[in-house]
């Protein structure tokens, strides 16, 4: 399975991003969908999940802000960031669960004060 992120860059402290992840097979067969992101020095961590029921899942550090979606028919999961922060600078990564972890490619989002 191949996943393809994309929708990062450079944005000012309270603007908007969204990122995509476009999978190669059906997202159904991938549960969870997660975004994760990794900062310069610190270890990746989990920004959101979502099931194929829809149940949702986010970090403490991001929840009201950021809003993970899908869209079944396009095999694409999305992050919404809104309110971003220099804090939410990083490589962010689209994961799928099917049987093993699947990883994409990072994008980055950079978010200037």
């Known amino acids: 399975v191949q996943l393809q992120a994309s929708g990062g860059g450079l944005v000012q402290a309270g603007g908007s991003l969204r990122l995509s992840c476009v999978a190669s097979?059906?997202?159904?067969?991938?549960?969870?969908m997660r975004w994760y992101r990794q900062a310069p020095g610190k270890q990746r961590e989990l920004v959101a999940a979502?099931?194929?029921?829809?149940?949702?899942n986010y970090a403490d550090s991001v929840k009201g802000r950021f809003t993970i979606s899908r869209d079944n028919a396009k095999n694409t999961v999305y992050l919404q960031m809104n309110s971003l922060e220099p804090e939410d600078t990083a490589v962010y990564y689209c994961?799928?669960?099917?049987?093993?972890?699947?990883w994409g490619e990072g994008t980055q989002v950079t978010v200037s004060s």
């Open positions: 994961n799928g669960y099917g049987g093993m972890n699947y």
């Open positions: 979502i099931t194929t029921g829809g149940s949702t």
């Open positions: 097979r059906s997202i159904f067969t991938l549960n969870p």
